[in-house]
């Protein structure tokens, strides 16, 4: 480059030398206008390509689109450093000071608005519209929530079902190898059982290249009262779905044809014909810029094809969205859920805290209430509802009632039952069995002739169910342990009894719905082994073993049985297997 000869005589002291630094002085850089041109190229370029991955909503209330305008400049200022090299030639700190002016500016006005916007919309200022995200009604435990139907007593937790959804995909050896289970499972009533269903995930990048032409080829579903499950093949696979990349990936596909909406966490749901599909919450800020998170529909997106259709939450009518459905409609009666545990759980705490003011939720907090540390997942009138138990912000020792908050309407209901909050109800049931170290659920709430009763299976260090719990709400002292239902509701109706409590529990009919928990009747099969294989599903590693009886596999984990990893081809061995089982892999329950 040229040198550039520039008058300093302007600016020199008493001896005559220059007092104006080098980097004060406007140097413009050579072809200052092609870099510009180049600069702004090269920056819209590099809009786009963060756009693609980052997709924010074009949406005022969105915080990411702030974070995006602000990387944008910030990517222009540095194409700015970068081009006119300022390290080397810092008598060009001017021109880019200058020339930075304009993004500087957007950042800081950017960063105004989002103060002003979280100011605005600060519960110290806005209590009284935080209290009122929900609208809670008091119900009555005995008229609404009816006694308890054995034979739909949801017997699993996520984790649980999580499992056995592990190992029915390791059952299926054409899927094991490519596919695995995705973290995507939703609580749901499928034909007017409460089951839960999950949908698959590529293995890894090159699986995904390998079967992403036919996308994913199943879903899985496990009964969570007879603790069965079974994987559904589809005749077209998912095409779009959270496991895609580019432009099949749920939220940018969805971003795309919607590019102003704020898009929820996806939950996975199959219609009564079994079609699955992705519902995704369409989210909006009604308090301030960015307070009052709350859902005002859904997208519900067709995971084979991608087709999609808007429904709206409104119940009056009036919706912010251009579509003439919603959630109350008969046609979309089969969504179970559009509000997720972590927002109806939000809502209900700022309306327990918040109804008498910011300042009464920290100083004399009279009236103030919490939601307990958990929740769980309860089935009325084919809808999924949220439960949780609701304690004094004082204490936390016990809870003064419970709610229970429609997933699908948001429809709320607060019981007023005093009684021992949902912790102390899991250590007292794992005391009842201490011996085996056994850990319980999270407590399901039940209605057991009119007595509200916490409900829990016991599982083992392998996450398998093993016993089940009942703990009366209002003497947590009172405990039933069993390992079917019909043996837990008669030591439960026993304690009960002890201290002046009288069931009227229909145990005969109990028992009939109870024949789906015994364990299946099993065979001893024994031969040579002849083969030996191992994969790892889920983090967990399974072997399939042959013997010289035939061409079956036998598969059998290592958590199920731990001398399996000392067999060698050539050891005798024997395993137990259900009696009816068949085809070409079977899974064993122990080996000797």
């Not at 499992?163 to 995705?182: E, H, K, P």
């Not at 094809?305 to 579509?323: A, C, E, R, V």
């Not at 399939?544 to 050891?571: M, P, Q």
């Amino acid at each position: 480059m040229e040198p550039i000869n520039v008058d300093f005589t302007h600016g020199k002291d008493d001896d005559g030398n220059s007092n104006i630094p080098v980097s004060d002085v406007y140097i413009p850089p050579r072809n200052a206008k092609k870099k510009i041109i180049i600069n702004l190229i090269l920056t819209a370029i590099f809009a786009a390509v963060t756009y693609y991955f980052m997709i924010p909503a074009l949406n005022f209330k969105a915080i990411e689109l702030y974070m995006y305008i602000a990387f944008i400049c910030l990517i222009y200022i540095g194409l700015t450093v970068l081009s006119c090299k300022v390290a080397i030639h810092p008598e060009y700190q001017s021109y880019v000071k200058k020339h930075s002016t304009v993004p500087g500016i957007i950042m800081a006005v950017l960063a105004v608005v989002c103060l002003v916007g979280f100011v605005v919309g600060a519960q110290l200022f806005r209590a009284n519209a935080y209290s009122h995200l929900l609208t809670v009604e008091e119900g009555d435990f005995t008229e609404d929530i009816a006694e308890i139907d054995f034979s739909a007593v949801p017997t699993l937790d996520a984790t649980s079902a999580n499992n056995l959804a592990v190992r029915t995909l390791g059952d299926l050896s054409d899927m094991v190898s490519q596919f695995i289970v995705s973290n995507y499972s939703t609580q749901i009533n499928y034909k007017g059982t409460p089951v839960r269903v999950t949908s698959l995930d590529y293995g890894d990048i090159f699986k995904w290249l390998k079967n992403t032409r036919e996308g994913l080829p199943a879903y899985i579903i496990v009964d969570m009262t007879t603790q069965k499950s079974e994987i559904v093949r589809l005749e077209s696979g998912m095409k779009y779905s959270p496991a895609e990349h580019f432009n099949r990936y749920l939220l940018r596909h969805l971003r795309f044809e919607y590019p102003t909406y704020m898009f929820g966490t996806p939950s996975f749901e199959i219609d009564e014909s079994g079609q699955p599909y992705w519902i995704v919450p369409i989210l909006d800020k009604t308090i301030g810029l960015f307070g009052g998170t709350d859902v005002i529909g859904a997208v519900v997106v067709n995971s084979i094809d991608g087709t999609s259709h808007i429904i709206s939450t409104s119940t009056n009518g009036k919706t912010k969205l251009p579509t003439d459905s919603f959630v109350t409609d008969d046609e979309w009666q089969w969504i179970d859920r559009i509000y997720s545990a972590t927002i109806l759980n939000e809502q209900y705490n700022y309306y327990g805290k918040l109804s008498h003011g910011f300042i009464n939720s920290l100083i004399g907090q009279e009236g103030v209430k919490v939601t307990s540390s958990g929740y769980n997942y309860l089935a009325l009138n084919d809808d999924v509802y949220m439960y949780t138990g609701v304690t004094s912000i004082s204490s936390d020792q016990s809870i003064i009632g419970f709610v229970l908050l429609n997933q699908r309407t948001k429809e709320t209901k607060y019981y007023p039952i005093s009684g021992a909050l949902e912790n102390t109800a899991q250590t007292s049931a794992q005391g009842a069995v201490q011996q085996y170290s056994y850990t319980a659920t999270f407590p399901l709430l039940l209605n057991i002739s009119g007595e509200p009763t916490y409900f829990m299976a016991l599982k083992d260090s392998s996450e398998l169910v093993k016993m089940y719990a009942m703990v009366n709400v209002k003497q947590s002292t009172v405990v039933g342990i069993g390992s079917t239902l019909t043996e837990c509701t008669e030591n439960y109706a026993d304690n009960l009894k002890k201290n002046g409590i009288n069931l009227d529990i229909n145990i005969d009919e109990i028992g009939e719905n109870d024949q789906t928990q015994a364990q299946p009747e099993t065979k001893e099969v024994s031969g040579t082994v002849t083969e030996i294989r191992s994969v790892v599903t889920g983090g967990e590693t399974y072997f399939y073993i042959k013997l010289n009886t035939g061409n079956t596999f036998y598969k059998l984990g290592v958590k199920d049985a731990e001398r399996v990893v000392t067999l060698n081809v050539g050891d005798s061995v024997t395993f137990n297997v259900p009696v009816e089982a068949s085809g070409d892999i079977i899974t064993a329950s122990s080996i000797k």
